[in-house]
């Protein structure tokens, strides 16, 4: 699986996230309590959008089909045979 180049950036786009969230050494120390995990933050959901768009970038572009005209028709159904108002 890892064989895509698209998968392996992904992987590597969310390992790089988690390891700067854990390690300690960071642009701006976890000491400095609101601003250090805020940092933490932006960085942990930029590499989480970087992975999201490396695997997005497998899946073929086409929009679903939408409107009446791709519709599947619905059969009806059979009548109740337990159904006493008629």
Known sequence: MLKDVAIRR????A???LLY???PFDAVPDWAIVVGWVDDALVVAFAAYMAYRAYQSRVPDRE???G???AKP???LPPDPE???S
């Open 15 to 17: 390992v790089a996230g």
């Open 21 to 23: 969230m854990l390690w």
């Open 83 to 85: 159904d006493k108002t």
């Open 64 to 66: 679903p089909p939408r």
């Open 68 to 70: 009446p005209e791709h």
């Open 10 to 13: 992904a992987a590597a786009w």
């Open 74 to 76: 619905v059969k009806p």
